[in-house]
């Protein structure tokens, strides 16, 4: 049996049948990221202790016949912006270099009583801001498929980590694309669950009306079991919806004939890669054989969400990060004489370019003077955007777009030019804006062999049944 | 160009961000050229448009309600560690460049 190749089910089946042990499945993880990881770049920081101590619980349960878990003995990895209790957590910063959270994130704390064994942390762009991981103040993540590329980002080692079989599964964070995009670059299954559906307590914030967690993983199934393990009402975050989590597994095998997919010629237009075109009209194809009807619908403002998300997204930041300022727990300069200074030079020494412009901007778009024509006018197209997909919704149970216009670029290709950057996220960003659920899923590959993700987005709280629709065009 | 040093100067200001002069010529550069894309929102008539800030009031606000009251959802009795316990004082202590036994320690802030 190969150890480090198993979907969640196999790998807990398999424990619980002592066909192998948690340990042994632990150890393997640990042997291939040894192996493999120097190259990548997926991990910050490994948690063996942890990790070990968890697949002890779980062989004692197996040894004496309990059932195991949902992720009994599962390796997962955590990306660094969810704070683990006692274990570093940077965000991707030499701000939080030295960071040791004194509580554990929700999301994660579920995981690990589902019986999960966190590896390590996942490396990420600084504070989960850029597509490409390239923002890491550590070291770029390179991508599994071809190291000369990026894996996409901000959660690229999550990503990565799947994808090179380093974990069963990851939890990524997405603010505009960040757990889809990476998915689409690095050939796995990266689900972001309706806004409100996973706590964010413990998810380092970066735009707090945007930030979502979800997971990253092999197959549909496994980001269904994910999905059922983290969702849930948590009265530390209250934002997070008091909506019935469904049974996502259970749901998954339901028929799909029938079904109304919504395909919106704003996501087929210029900037679009003819390759991957080719490849999601093919999927279309394909989706249209299992029964679905294929119905066009029109969401006419999304030429907007760019500039809208970044907007919002910096604006939000920008007070998010206020935070840092070498009082509490993040870098502070050495030799300085006034409090202001000390606010300063440690923001300015511990916070990379990227992050500084983007605090940047949504200072300039908060400020006095500015704020209705930046702030205001951007939550105003949101509503647009939010309506777009109401009036679409009403005609189909889910729209299929591609993740990203191009399969994985280049390490160096667009880090001199952020607008570039922000345009790599064209297709991803407005679901975060409207707060419904999208995940995306291998559908074939570029001539070069790099990967192209299929995007199926959904209603607010329907995740089943873009899961249901994934689910079918993977086994199909 | 909109942005001109001045601006980014006073911006880093607000952001307490001291930024080096090659930092704030790149800056001028960036914040134009994405200023200039972001104008074509004005390209949209949003004059009877409602601002949308938070997702969560699309399933949470109660609209026959005013003022705070429509956020009840996601408001809860006001018990003393009614969540969870307080960080003992040493453990939020724990991750301070500079604490003594009960304050972080910063640099002097008054100026004599």
Excluded at chain 1, 194 to 202: A, D, H, K, L, M
């Amino acid at each position: 049996m190969d150890l480090t190749s198993l979907t969640i089910d196999a790998a807990r089946s398999a424990v619980q049948e002592r066909k192998t042990t948690a340990l042994a499945l632990a150890e393997a993880h640990y042997a291939r990221i040894q192996k493999e990881d120097g190259q990548i770049g997926a991990f910050l920081t490994l948690s063996k202790e942890r990790a070990l101590e968890q697949a002890d619980r779980i062989d004692r349960m197996a040894a004496e016949g309990k059932p195991l878990p949902p992720l009994g003995g599962v390796p997962v990895g955590i990306k660094d912006v969810m704070s683990t209790r006692g274990l570093r957590t940077t965000a991707g910063s030499k701000i939080l270099e030295k960071y040791i959270p004194p509580y554990d994130c929700t999301a994660v704390a579920k995981m690990e009583a589902a019986g999960a064994m966190v590896l390590g942390k996942m490396n990420c762009d600084e504070f989960a801001m850029g597509s490409s991981n390239e923002n890491s103040a550590y070291h770029p993540v390179r991508n599994p498929r071809d190291l000369s590329r990026v894996p996409g980002g901000s959660s690229g080692g999550s990503a990565a980590a799947v994808a090179a079989d380093m974990a069963v599964v990851t939890l990524g964070s997405d603010t505009g694309g960040s757990i889809r995009q990476p998915a689409s670059f690095c050939g796995v299954v990266g689900l972001m669950p309706t806004y409100g559906r996973v706590s964010r307590y413990g998810l380092i914030a970066f735009a707090s009306s945007l930030d979502h967690i979800g997971p990253l993983a092999k197959t549909v199934k496994d980001a269904a079991i994910v999905l059922r393990t983290i969702a849930g009402r948590d009265p530390m975050d209250s934002t997070s919806a008091d909506v019935p989590v469904p049974d996502y597994v259970a749901e998954l095998e339901k028929p799909v004939r029938g079904m109304k997919l919504g395909v919106a010629k704003e996501y087929f237009g210029e900037g679009l890669d003819d390759e991957v075109r080719q490849a999601v009209e093919s999927a279309i194809d394909k989706l249209k054989q299992l029964g679905c009807e294929i119905v066009p619908v029109s969401l006419p403002h999304t030429p907007y969400a760019i500039p809208t998300y970044y907007l919002i997204a910096t604006a939000e930041a920008s007070a998010n990060l206020a935070r840092y300022d070498g009082v509490r727990y993040s870098h502070r300069a050495r030799g300085v004489k006034t409090l202001s200074e000390m606010y300063r030079r440690s923001r300015d020494e511990g916070f990379g370019t990227e992050v500084k412009r983007r605090i940047m901007l949504g200072t300039y778009a908060l400020s006095a003077g500015y704020y209705d024509a930046y702030y205001l006018k951007a939550q105003k197209v949101r509503t647009l955007l939010t309506r777009d997909f109401d009036d679409a919704f009403r005609q189909v149970d889910a729209i299929v777009t591609p993740t990203s216009p191009t399969a994985a670029f280049r390490l160096g290709e667009k880090s001199n030019d952020p607008l570039a950057m922000y345009l790599a996220d064209i297709y991803t960003v407005t679901a975060d804006l409207a707060g419904i659920p999208g995940i995306s899923i291998p559908c074939g590959q570029t001539s070069e062999k790099l990967p192209i993700g299929l995007q199926i987005l959904g209603k607010h709280f329907d995740e089943s049944t873009i899961l249901r629709v994934a689910h079918a065009y993977e086994q199909a | 160009m909109k942005v001109t040093d001045k601006d980014v100067a006073y911006v880093a200001d607000l952001a307490n961000l001291e930024l080096t002069e090659q930092e704030r010529s790149g800056m001028v550069r960036d914040l134009n050229s994405i200023l200039a894309y972001i104008d074509r929102l004005n390209e949209l008539d949003t004059s009877n448009v409602p601002p949308m800030a938070q997702v969560s009031d699309r399933y949470g606000v109660d609209e026959v309600k005013q003022g705070s009251a429509r956020f009840a959802y996601a408001s809860r009795e006001d018990v003393l560690e009614g969540l969870r316990k307080s960080l003992p004082h040493e453990v939020a202590l724990e991750n301070a460049p500079d604490a003594d036994e009960d304050f972080f320690r910063v640099p002097k802030v008054i100026e004599r």
